[in-house]
């Protein structure tokens, strides 16, 4: 019998997953030494030949052996994971990614479980020495996949490419997936077909804009509005017999307007508008002045009286009934707005007191009389206003001026009671309740104004309104100067020269042109106008990837991917003018003219999009508006508001001022307003602030920069309201959660998935008492302990931060101290927050690390992989050594190869 050909011995070998493996090299080592040699020279050769499979060499091979393929070979793969190889392919990203996760669960500790064999610590770094110098070597910079626009870049994009500056997408469009905690990460930017079909939709309503329907003529219609069709809005007007009274003036509509509520403008154009009004009573003889404005049918009720647009101004001189018409242009979505302008009654605070103050002194008994309505007790700590509002209010004080027993020794205008009534009278909330009540004595006694009847006719012609301009000056933009005499195919090649680089962002060729021109001389052929072509141009040239796309143009990066790249980066938009010059010089990659350009790019109000949105995400601040915290924590939307507007304004000032990265952790300052310092970080300060230059961000918000004492439990991102609110739930906290949180974002050393065979808390916690013996009783179980001895220690420190970062002493409803004490991976002992800040101060590389891999993942659309973190790392420390200035390290980041590569 001859011996099998060695050939024989390779049938059905992979090299990728080689059948002698591993978990049996050792027994081919004692029992065929010579297959074992045969087989290697023969892997050996192919390897060489393919240049990147290479054999695993005899050190780290035994240690895999002895420490980890009882549990990761081909048969077990405990975590789905096979470490039980002779060769690997470093070609193959996952292959990388495989021993790369080797690297980080031998490095951080995690493995081999602790109840398992554990290698020496000169076994540990021989294979960690092995896997850092093979992944580094064979593992390339770069890899973005290709980058769709997410939302906010796709909407700022479409608001700077057409001018429309208030273009966002519609409700229910396809919300984009987070992927490493963001949403701007290649791998989680999928387009689905409902997501292209969506697009599809919104440039068809952007083209709309531009290229509009025609509109359907409106024949001319005569609307009339009685007394009765009028809005009657809180006290400003009343009906009384066949009148409509208005009795006041105001700022803002709702106190001193009244408009036809069944009159809407379906057609912009001029309209024939009369009116039948009189006097009520007057008191003198000046005119009374009735004011025409076009308002918006959609504008807020609140809306003050002046940024509507004023029509005609009218006096009415006479007790009876008088007729005016006029013409006015209307636009549709409009109604008529009417307002007594010189009324006598007044709804701002000063005037409405002075005026009553006047009023007073003249007739004691009508003091005593509001008097007795604001303080029926004659006890000013207790006052009755809210019940004042309105005919109600007026009721109750004209009851007390018929009492013949009305107290008049307070009716002076130096007694305390008085004093009290007239401040209370210049607050805001006294302002409108006292006014609504005094409308009522007007429509009673006069002077009002009557409107008897409003009648509206038309339209006359039809008008451009706001809309038709804007489009007019959309499509001039776009199509630009139409030459003498050129032709439509002519006119739409020049608009495709100047249009197209503008929305792919770089040049286009010629074919590019003549490919999206055809699609418009195709149209034309088939009977459409020259509009109907452009707009079905605009449609392709949306949906088109290389619209929706960044970087999908073939080879290495170039200058006009850097720019998208750092536009999108720092401003959530397209690259501007400037940035697109100095790409088409070539000169954009200089390491000088990108540090000064990224400079000039850099976010600098809290309010920028990039600020808004890597704080959102990165410290999940974008979790606030949905949390609503348990009503015991007296927790309301604006403190949410204020709590989030910390984090940005605090970010800012660390990015502008360039300040160490450790002011993130342990800072001598915060950004809050003075009244919400004190009511959750136990702030005390008697000073009155002194503003200078007040600032007021675009949510109407102007935070104080504090003082705080560095060492302090409060301060930094870890003693943030918005921080521990966003890690808790609004109702309690749990450690786990805030421990996890802390190691992912703030460390840059999260914790492994828990294995899928081992539920949550299930060891038994019998006699336990507080979170943390509960906790202690799970990390006893073996395949829990090593991650929890990293997640518990800085869980617990933070349990003392309730669910909206208050500082407590007691878990509550159990009323047991809480134990904030823990030992840190490293063997540091820490007591609470305080020792947690000061141990990170030491280590801010730790932090500046997880900062910057957070920031290049946000810019770059990838997680950064080994060697990318390897350079990353000589960053960190190069910036650490030159003052550490948070600006100084983005714009390291900015100049790094890894930002700079696709």
């Known amino acids: 019998m001859h011996p099998a050909p060695l050939s024989s011995l390779f049938v059905g070998l992979s090299l990728a997953t080689c059948r002698v493996t591993r978990s049996n090299y050792a027994a081919l080592r004692k029992r065929r030494p010579y297959i074992l040699a045969i087989l290697l020279a023969h892997v050996t050769t192919i390897s060489l030949h393919a240049n990147t499979d290479l054999p695993i060499p005899d050190r780290p091979a035994e240690i895999l052996a002895d420490y980890c ?146 509109k359907p003529a409106h024949k001319s219609t005569t609307r009339h509005a009685g007394p009765e069709d009028m809005v009657l809005s809180f006290s400003a007007a009343t009906v009384r017999g066949d009148a409509l009274l208005l009795a006041s003036r105001a700022e803002q509509i709702m106190r001193s307007c009244t408009w036809p509520s069944r009159i809407e403008i379906m057609s912009s154009g001029t309209y024939l508008v009369t009116i039948s009004a009189s006097q009520f009573l007057p008191i003198s003889d000046e005119p009374m002045k009735l004011e025409f404005r076009a308002r918006e049918l959609t504008a807020s009720d609140r809306s003050f009286t002046d940024s509507f647009r004023l029509l005609k101004e009218i006096d009415f001189s006479s007790e009876s009934p008088e007729t005016v018409t006029f013409e006015a242009d209307l636009y549709e979505g409009q109604t008529l707005l009417l307002r007594w302008t010189n009324a006598e ?53 004209t009851k007390n001026l018929a009492d013949p027993n009305l107290d008049m020794s307070m009716a002076t205008m130096d007694t305390e009671m008085t004093k009290a009534l007239m401040k209370l009278i210049r607050s805001l909330q006294g302002t409108y309740q006292v006014a609504d009540a005094m409308c009522h004595y007007y429509f009673e006694n006069g002077p009002a104004l009557e409107i008897h009847g409003l009648t509206v006719e038309g339209p006359l012609k ?215 310092a004190k009511k959750n970080y136990q702030y005390q300060s008697d000073r009155e602030l002194i503003r200078k230059d007040v600032y007021r961000d675009e949510r109407g918000l102007t935070l104080d920069r504090l003082p705080m004492q560095r060492g302090g439990r409060y301060g930094g991102l870890l003693g943030q309201s918005a921080i521990m609110t966003a890690t808790a739930n609004g109702v309690d906290t749990q450690p786990v959660l805030r421990g996890v949180w802390v190691l992912e974002n703030i460390l840059g050393m999260p914790p492994p998935d828990p294995p899928k065979s081992v539920p949550a808390l299930t060891p038994d916690i019998r006699g336990t008492t507080n979170p943390k013996e509960m906790l202690a009783a799970h990390m006893a179980d073996g395949a829990c302990a090593t991650c929890h001895k990293q997640i518990d220690p800085i869980g617990f420190m933070l349990e003392n931060f309730d669910p909206v970062g208050r500082w407590r002493e007691e878990w509550p409803k159990i009323d047991v101290p809480i134990e904030s004490s823990g030992v840190l991976p490293d063997g540091t002992p820490i007591e609470d927050i305080t020792d947690f800040k000061a141990w990170l101060v030491d280590n801010i590389d730790f932090f500046s690390q997880c900062l910057s891999e957070k920031l290049l993942t946000y810019a770059t659309g990838r997680v950064p992989n080994y060697a990318e973190r390897k350079e990353i790392e000589t960053i960190v420390l190069e910036n650490h050594k030159n003052g550490n200035g948070f600006q100084d390290l983005v714009l390291a980041l900015i100049q790094s190869e890894t930002f700079g590569t696709k």
Request: proline letters at 7%; hydrophobic letters at 40%; glycine letters at 6%.
């Open 69 to 214: 393929l009882d549990c990761h070979d081909e048969a077990e793969m405990k975590g789905d994971l096979n470490l039980d190889f002779l060769t690997i392919d470093w070609s193959l990203k996952e292959n990388r990614t495989l021993w790369e996760k080797a690297h980080f669960m031998a490095k951080g500790g995690h493995m081999p479980p602790a109840k398992k064999k554990q290698p020496s610590d000169e076994e540990r770094e021989s294979i960690l020495a092995w896997l850092d110098s093979s992944l580094l070597e064979h593992t390339p910079i770069g890899g973005t996949l290709p980058r769709r626009l997410n939302q906010a870049e796709y909407e700022a994009t479409i608001r700077g490419l057409f001018n429309l500056t208030d273009f966002t997408l519609p409700i229910g469009f396809p919300r984009d997936t987070e992927f490493h905690g963001f949403n701007n990460v290649g791998e989680g930017l999928v387009l689905s077909p409902p997501l292209l079909e969506s697009y599809g939709k919104v440039a068809a309503k952007i083209a709309d804009e531009i290229f509009p329907p025609a």
């Open 345 to 397: 009654m007044d709804h701002e605070f000063n005037a409405l007191a002075d005026q009553l103050g006047a009023w007073f002194e003249r007739d004691p008994r009508f003091l005593a009389a509001w008097q007795k309505a604001v303080y029926p007790n004659g006890d000013l700590s207790v006052t009755r206003i809210v019940q004042l509002r309105g005919k109600n209010g007026w009721e109750i004080v």
């Open 462 to 676: 039809t008008v451009d309104d706001p809309t038709d301009l804007r489009r007019k000056e959309l499509r001039s933009q776009l199509l630009g100067e139409r030459k003498h005499g050129q032709s439509d195919e002519a006119f739409t090649r020049q608009m495709l020269e100047q249009f197209l680089p503008q929305a792919f962002r770089r040049p286009v060729d010629k074919q590019t042109i003549n490919t999206f021109l055809s699609i418009a001389k195709r149209h034309w052929a088939q009977g459409a106008s020259f509009e109907d072509g452009v707009h079905l141009l605009i449609r392709n040239i949306l949906i088109s990837p290389r619209f929706l796309y960044r970087m999908v143009s073939p080879g290495e990066m170039d200058e006009y991917d850097l720019a998208a790249r750092l536009s999108y980066f720092l401003t959530q938009g397209p690259p501007d003018e400037k940035l697109l010059a100095l790409a088409q010089s070539g000169s954009l990659s200089n390491p000088d003219v990108l540090r000064k350009e990224a400079r000039r790019l850099l976010p600098s109000r809290p309010e920028d999009a990039m600020i808004q949105s890597f704080t959102g995400q990165w410290l999940d601040t974008k979790l606030l508006p949905e949390i609503m915290p348990d009503p015991v924590f007296k927790f309301s939307e604006s403190d949410i508001q204020i709590a989030k507007a910390e984090v940005e304004w605090f970010f800012a000032e660390m990015l502008n001022e360039n300040l160490p990265l450790t002011d993130f952790i342990d800072p001598d300052f915060t950004y809050t307003t003075l009244e919400f």
